[in-house]
């Protein structure tokens, strides 16, 4: 098992931008991918970006996609999430996941053994 302790979160304007951070201490060896999610109130938990630990394939949710850049920093066993252009609906807590295998879905939260605390993202008009 992992610890993931995100940061980066805030309040920001329409337009503005913000980088979160994720950093995964312990078993950090087996680490298989890393990808983002994000959960406003009262709607389930979406993908937003995700990343392949050792190849750094990406994936990006339509809604993100041109605005957000997922990447990673392997000596500093570190995923990051810039996010560009924000718009009010961005707003949820965000959060970053760790998968250590290379099946499951990883558009399902169910997919992915570690989970950071979350971090909220609020984006005013």
């Known amino acids: 098992q992992a610890q993931l302790v995100e940061s980066g979160g805030g309040l920001v304007q329409t337009g503005g931008s913000l980088r979160l951070s994720c950093a995964v201490s312990g078993r950090t060896w087996s680490t298989y991918s890393m990808a983002w999610f994000r959960q406003a109130p009262g709607k389930e938990r979406d993908i937003v970006a995700h990343i392949n630990w050792s190849s750094r394939n990406t994936y990006y949710a339509d809604s993100v996609k041109g605005r957000f850049t997922i990447s990673r920093d392997n000596a500093k066993n570190t995923v990051y999430l810039q996010m560009n252009s924000l718009k009010p609906d961005d707003t949820a807590v965000y959060y970053c996941?760790?998968?250590?295998?290379?099946?499951?879905?990883?558009?399902?939260?169910?997919?992915?053994?570690?989970w950071g605390q979350g971090t909220q993202v609020t984006v005013s008009s």
């Open positions: 996941a760790r998968k250590t295998y290379a099946g499951g879905n990883m558009y399902e939260p169910g997919s992915y053994n570690d």
